[in-house]
């Protein structure tokens, strides 16, 4: 029973170990049109292929998805680490979340508010 209870707490201590994947900063530049260029700062205790930060997303304030960066590799020696894309924002957004995703909490970790300059 007492190797049961160990084996139980040591597999969930590794299991948890990273966390989840926090959103730190973000840059958004206007393109023209409805293009932005967001460059976001993510920041998540890669531990290899097995739990690492898989993508970003650019949702609306009603939870839309309106772009996602998918991140193809683990960072586990840059970190943070900031990647970029192009979403296509509607012109009557002007406020969107950006959000992380790993390979095993999910979404979850902090969120960043953001303001879009439509001038």
Do not use: C
């Not at 926090?22 to 739990?51: C, N």
């Amino acid at each position: 029973m007492r190797f049961a209870l160990f084996y139980l707490i040591i597999t969930l201590s590794f299991l948890s170990h990273a966390g989840e994947a926090d959103v730190i900063a973000a840059e958004v530049e206007a393109l023209g049109g409805e293009f932005y260029r967001f460059s976001v700062t993510v920041k998540h205790e890669d531990e290899g292929w097995d739990h690492y930060v898989q993508s970003w997303q650019v949702l609306d304030t009603d939870g839309n998805v309106l772009g996602v960066r998918v991140l193809r590799h683990p960072h586990v020696k840059e970190q943070p680490f900031t990647r970029s894309a192009t979403v296509v924002i509607p012109d009557n957004i002007d406020k969107v979340i950006i959000r992380a995703y790993d390979s095993v909490h999910h979404y979850g970790g902090r969120e960043l508010p953001l303001f879009i300059n439509k001038e």
